[in-house]
């Protein structure tokens, strides 16, 4: 199925010190001619983020404190609603998300008729690895969400998606901004409320510069974070469900 092309799409990058690896991943955007829009949200950072990201000639939103990737992305899914785009792109300002995939998940929106399309590591591209409690944490996560979703899922703390008119909508009023709340909450949030998920494989890179949030002492927490993290998603009370149409 062809995309619509009168559909507005908004990539949005939520930035936490990342003046070194952002340059580059805003030329990438360039140079992959999406027919997008891009800003970038810079998340409280203490570096020359904002400074790079306007001299990219980009829009920036900029959050008084660090409020996570959630939080981030809250302010980006609002911002796309007051603004008119129908769809949006969550992409990493470290470099980890290739561009020219992009197209990758705006086409599985449409193909699939889904309302949000997860880039999944592991499902058959690539050769992306995490180890230890944190793989561990992940493949249980993705048993228990494929469940919830009631769709076969490999990658749920996924951070590049292709969020839909519906999920738009829902996301702008309905996002969460708590520890993994972009990830393993929104799909919750997602789920009860009626939307369909799907995911298309994609391969991903090392970050390009600065620091990975998961050194070897957080990755043995992360399990039991995880899990709490879905265990409050489940008895938060559900978002209203959506109709067929924006609201």
Same mark, same amino acid.
């Given at each position: 199925?062809?995309?619509?092309?009168?559909?507005?799409?908004?990539?949005?990058?939520?930035?936490?010190?990342?003046?070194?690896?952002?340059?580059?991943?805003?030329?990438?955007?360039?140079?992959?001619?999406?027919?997008?829009?891009?800003?970038?949200?810079?998340?409280?950072?203490?570096?020359?983020?904002?400074?790079?990201?306007?001299?990219?000639?980009?829009?920036?939103?900029?959050?008084?404190?660090?409020?996570?990737?959630?939080?981030?992305?809250?302010?980006?899914?609002?911002?796309a609603r007051r603004y008119g785009f129908d769809?949006?792109?969550?992409?990493?300002?470290?470099?980890?998300?290739?561009?020219?995939?992009?197209?990758?998940?705006?086409?599985?929106?449409?193909?699939?008729?889904?309302?949000?399309?997860?880039?999944?590591?592991?499902?058959?591209?690539?050769?992306?690895? +995490?180890?230890?409690?944190?793989?561990? /944490? $992940?493949? %249980? &996560?993705?048993?228990? =969400?494929? #469940?919830?979703?009631?769709? !076969? *899922?490999?990658?749920?703390?996924?951070?590049?998606?292709?969020?839909?008119?519906?999920?738009?909508?829902?996301?702008?009023?309905?996002?969460?901004?708590?520890?993994?709340?972009?990830?393993?909450?929104?799909?919750?949030?997602?789920?009860?409320?009626?939307l369909r998920v799907r995911q298309v494989s994609?391969?991903?890179?090392?970050?390009?510069?600065?620091?990975?949030?998961?050194?070897?002492?957080? +990755?043995?927490?992360?399990?039991?974070? /995880? $899990?709490? %993290? &879905?265990?409050?998603? =489940?008895? #938060?009370?559900?978002?209203? !469900? *959506?109709?067929?149409?924006?609201?």
């Amino acid at each position: 199925m062809p995309r619509d092309q009168r559909q507005r799409v908004l990539v949005v990058i939520p930035a936490w010190n990342e003046q070194d690896a952002l340059p580059g991943v805003l030329r990438e955007v360039a140079a992959s001619d999406l027919g997008a829009s891009v800003v970038v949200v810079n998340d409280g950072s203490t570096d020359d983020t904002t400074g790079v990201a306007r001299a990219a000639g980009v829009d920036v939103l900029e959050l008084p404190m660090n409020l996570g990737v959630g939080g981030a992305m809250r302010a980006g899914y609002r911002y796309a609603r007051r603004y008119g785009f129908d769809v949006v792109v969550q992409l990493d300002a470290d470099g980890q998300h290739d561009p020219r995939e992009v197209p990758l998940l705006l086409e599985a929106l449409d193909a699939t008729g889904a309302d949000l399309v997860i880039g999944a590591r592991f499902a058959g591209r690539g050769d992306y690895a +995490a180890n230890g409690p944190r793989r561990w /944490a $992940m493949r %249980a &996560l993705s048993v228990l =969400l494929s #469940r919830v979703t009631r769709t !076969p *899922l490999t990658d749920t703390t996924s951070g590049f998606k292709a969020a839909g008119p519906r999920a738009v909508a829902l996301f702008a009023t309905n996002y969460p901004a708590e520890y993994l709340g972009d990830t393993v909450e929104s799909l919750v949030i997602a789920a009860r409320a009626g939307l369909r998920v799907r995911q298309v494989s994609v391969e991903m890179r090392p970050r390009a510069a600065g620091q990975p949030s998961h050194g070897p002492l957080k +990755a043995a927490v992360f399990l039991v974070r /995880a $899990m709490v %993290a &879905l265990v409050m998603a =489940l008895l #938060r009370p559900k978002a209203a !469900p *959506l109709g067929g149409g924006l609201t």
